[in-house]
C-alpha cells in the first residue's frame, strides 16, 4: 500500500440501492483482508453507524457533522469497532444541516477532504458512505475521493438518475478534483429468478463493460437481518451468500489496486 489511505466513495443518489450496505460489509471485508479501514458514515440517516451497533449518545459529541464544521478533528471523531483494523467516523441527522450552514463558507467543496487529511497515514482505506443526493454532502465526499463506486440496484429504474451521477462525477473531475475515476459499479439486490433482474444486469454490462464488477451482490434475508444485531453481514452469517459476494467484491477490489500499482 501506499503511505496513505486510497479513499473510495461510495455514492449513487438514488435511495434503497444498497449503498450503506455496501460500505459497511465491503469495508468489513477489506479489514478481514488484513488492510487498515476507516469508514465515514457522510449520511445524516447514520444508518452505517447503527450497523456496526454504535448506539447515538456514543456518537453525539464526536461524529461527520462536527468535523465537517471544524467542532473535533478526525482523530476524536473516529471510533475503534469489535473488528479488528477497522474504525468508523459516525453520523448523526444534525448532518443534514450542514449544507445549509457551510452555504457561504469558502471551499466548502473541500471541507471532508481537509479534515480527513490528519488521518490519511494511519489507513490504508477509507469508505466514504454517501447520502442518497447529489448536494453538498456528495460533492465534499467526491471531492475527498481518490475514485468512487457506484451501487446499482437491479431494478427496472436501475439506470434512471445514474446519468445524472455521472454527469456530476465528471463536474467534479473537470472542476474540483481532476484526479476522481469511477472504480466500479456494483450490481446489487440481484435475484437470479427474476427475469428482471438479469435483463437489468446484461443492459448494465453493454453499457457499462469493464467497468462493471463481476461480483453481483444477491437479495439475500441474511443482509436485511444483521443490521438488527449492529452487526455487518460478514459477522453476522459469513457463510451466507450476501456475505460471501461481499468477500468476493473485495478480493475484485484488491485485485483492480495490484493491477494499477
Known amino acids: 500500500m501506499t503511505d496513505t489511505a486510497r479513499i473510495i466513495a461510495i455514492a449513487n443518489q438514488k435511495g434503497g440501492v444498497g449503498k450503506t450496505t455496501t460500505s459497511v460489509n465491503l469495508a468489513t471485508a477489506m479489514a478481514a483482508c488484513g488492510r487498515r479501514v476507516l469508514l465515514v458514515d457522510f449520511d445524516p440517516q447514520g444508518n452505517a453507524s447503527t450497523g456496526f451497533g454504535i448506539k447515538l449518545d456514543a456518537r453525539r459529541d464526536a461524529n461527520s457533522y462536527r468535523l465537517l464544521t471544524g467542532e473535533v478533528g478526525a482523530r476524536e471523531a473516529c471510533y475503534k469497532t469489535d473488528i479488528a483494523g477497522l474504525d468508523v467516523l459516525p453520523a448523526i441527522v444534525d448532518l443534514s444541516a450542514a449544507e445549509i450552514e457551510l452555504a457561504e463558507v469558502d471551499a466548502r467543496e473541500f471541507r471532508l477532504q481537509t479534515a480527513l487529511q490528519i488521518v490519511v497515514a494511519h489507513y490504508d482505506y477509507i469508505f466514504i ?69 438479469e435483463m437489468v444486469a446484461n443492459d448494465v454490462r453493454a453499457h457499462f463493460r469493464n467497468l462493471v464488477y463481476n461480483t453481483v451482490i444477491p437479495r439475500n434475508i441474511r443482509i436485511s437481518e444483521a443490521p438488527s444485531f449492529g452487526q455487518p453481514v460478514l459477522i453476522y452469517d459469513l457463510k451466507c451468500a450476501g456475505a460471501q459476494a461481499y468477500v468476493a467484491l473485495a478480493a475484485e477490489l484488491l485485485s483492480q489496486e495490484k493491477e494499477a500499482v
Open 129 to 197: 458512505d454517501c447520502p442518497p443526493s447529489l448536494g453538498l454532502l456528495t460533492i465534499n465526499a467526491l471531492c475527498a475521493a481518490d475514485c468512487v463506486i457506484v451501487p446499482l440496484q437491479c431494478e427496472f429504474y436501475a439506470l434512471e438518475g445514474l446519468s445524472q451521477l455521472m454527469r456530476t462525477i465528471q463536474m467534479v473531475q473537470q472542476g474540483l478534483n481532476r484526479h476522481l475515476v469511477v472504480q466500479g459499479i456494483v450490481l446489487t439486490m440481484h435475484d437470479s429468478r427474476n427475469k428482471l433482474s
